[in-house]
């Protein structure tokens, strides 16, 4: 998960937190969009995650190098983005974040990016968006298959994560983790949300709300879904109460 602040313009970009073993495709959307909030110099990025980069991470997780073998992802993640632009804040967070801790940094942060794999992942960071009414710009890719879009929970009517995919998703997830990802394809969908997330800081253009924008990386053919809040959605509805 990657979160950004908004003083000095800045942006959270919170690294989702990891699952917890085997998973081989998670990780690679954080890397590209880390790199450009950096490079467009977001003022505050904060990189949760608690794992340690490894070999075979490195072919979508651009963040890191060879030398970055066996260290906490989010120190190596640190250390690349200040070499591109040592204006910019970087916090790294190398845990797991889970309440408490998870919704301190969303209620602190101006923008979230969930790159995170799993499930259980995804709705805790909504949930803690919804409560905190900020901005998620959620993405994912397994196999040749990416989606973006952005929840933007300041706003009453939007819908979120969960009314998209109500929790209890548990075939899904065994696919993402068994099925990998095409490396390039991280790069796509993470640098989209590079551009929400910094449209979002800068009040500019039209955001992904309420459409989710799809990804066929073998026909590389793009369609948007509309979204519609779900009134009985267990997370968000009470909002509108
Ligand atoms: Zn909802």
Not at 55 to 83: D, F, M, V, Y
Not at 121 to 131: D, E, K, L, P, Y
């Amino acid at each position: 998960m990657i979160s950004l602040s908004h003083e000095r313009r800045s942006a959270s970009t919170v690294f989702a937190p990891h699952s917890a073993s085997g998973d081989r495709s998670r990780g690679g959307l954080g890397s590209p969009a880390a790199l450009y909030l950096a490079a467009a110099g977001v003022g505050t990025i904060t990189l949760a995650d608690g794992d340690t980069v490894d070999l075979t991470n490195l072919q979508r997780q651009i963040l890191h190098t060879t030398e970055s073998i066996g260290r906490p992802k989010a120190a190596s993640g640190r250390e690349a983005l200040e070499k591109i632009n040592p204006e910019v804040k970087v916090v790294p967070l190398q845990q797991r974040l889970q309440d408490e801790g998870l919704g301190a940094l969303v209620a602190s942060s101006s923008v979230v990016l969930d790159c995170s794999d799993n499930f259980a992942t995804r709705h805790a960071v909504n949930r803690a968006c919804v409560r905190h009414r900020k901005p998620l710009v959620s993405g994912a890719a397994v196999r040749f298959d990416g989606q973006v879009s952005v929840f933007d929970l300041r706003d009453d009517l939007s819908p979120c994560y969960h009314c998209l995919f109500p929790e209890n998703a548990d075939l899904e997830e065994v696919r993402c983790a068994v099925m990998g990802v095409f490396a390039p394809l991280t790069g796509i969908i993470g640098t989209v949300q590079a551009a929400e997330a910094l449209k979002l800081l800068a009040g500019a253009g039209e955001t992904l709300k309420g459409r989710l924008l799809i990804l066929d990386a073998l026909a590389m053919q793009w369609r948007t879904v509309k979204l519609v809040k779900d009134p009985a959605c267990t997370v968000c509805s009470r909002v509108m109460a």
